[in-house]
């Protein structure tokens, strides 16, 4: 792990209020990856992972991938060698994350490749669970940070709907365990979980797009206390990078398009009544 003083000391501020990003992440991204050893550039890889994670949902579902898609670790050529692979039940090549090759294999079987909100949740099951087995201590609690904190809203909106909790829950530790099988108002995380009583205020917000935005504060204020002794380390040019794409989206998503979105979610929760095996 190296220390990246010059790097860190030309950052420049940022605030989830700011009107306009400092620079793209992606443009950021490529001076910084050269400055950085092999071993952080795996830790900063995940955020592009996440990307691929997105790419790969969008080519089995449409055909392809966009031509504006986020930059991934693969190439769209290369997915689409991973899905020529799998069909011709070769062995996973090793610059393909072991999670994706058993997704495409999933999604080659028809039993339940229709359903597209499931499979897009169970890929990201499938990553969280990838990133939680990360060498970097900072990186696997920031993935079960927010697969905590993902999990535990699903949660609440399920209750709030009258939705079933098995639907909407990702993942197999202790917290989604408890979402799944607790009868207690809580869950009994109210206790276990520091942020749990924080997530639960967010639900008394009535602008959706407000909500999101809190949602995004707490993210932020994560990423920054856990990130206060680590001055010019990899984990905080990860937590800066995250915290630009947050302002990048939040200069770009208006609040109208996030309430639509949102209602659309909850929408396709609604319509939803069957729940493949795969995700019990």
């Not at 070769?90 to 495409?104: G, Q, S």
């Not at 639509?260 to 009544?273: A, H, S």
Request: hydrophobic share 45%; charged share 30%; aromatic share 12%.
């Amino acid at each position: 792990m190296g220390n990246y003083y010059y790097l860190i000391a030309g950052l420049a501020d940022i605030s989830l209020d700011d009107s306009k990003a400092p620079a793209s992440a992606e443009s950021l991204r490529a001076e910084l990856y050269d400055a950085l050893d092999a071993a952080d550039r795996k830790v900063m890889d995940m955020l592009l992972m996440e990307n691929d994670c997105r790419n790969l949902i969008s080519m089995l579902r449409d055909g392809s991938v966009a031509a504006d898609a986020p930059l991934g670790l693969l190439s769209a050529e290369r997915m689409e060698e991973l899905v020529a692979q799998v069909k011709a039940d070769e062995a996973p090549a090793k610059d393909i994350p072991a999670f994706m090759y058993t997704f495409v294999q999933e999604w080659l079987n028809d039993s339940w490749r229709e359903h597209a909100a499931f499979a897009e949740d169970r890929l990201w099951s499938l990553f969280y669970e990838y990133a939680m087995g990360s060498g970097n201590e900072f990186v696997r609690k920031w993935y079960e940070f927010n697969l905590d904190l993902n999990n535990i809203l699903s949660a609440i909106t399920a209750r709030t709907y009258g939705l079933d909790m098995q639907k909407v829950i990702v993942g197999n530790n202790a917290t989604a365990q408890a979402l799944r099988t607790s009868g207690a108002r809580d869950w009994g995380l109210s206790q276990e979980i520091d942020f749990f009583d924080d997530v639960v205020r967010l639900i008394d917000e009535d602008d959706l797009a407000q909500r999101e935005r809190k949602t995004d504060m707490l993210r932020w204020r994560w990423l920054e206390e856990n990130t206060f002794f680590n001055y010019f380390t990899v984990e905080r040019l990860f937590s800066y990078m995250v915290r630009l794409s947050m302002v990048e989206r939040w200069t770009t998503l208006d609040k109208e398009k996030g309430q639509q979105l949102f209602r659309q979610l909850i929408g396709e929760l609604k319509e939803q009544t069957e729940v493949p095996a795969e995700f019990r």
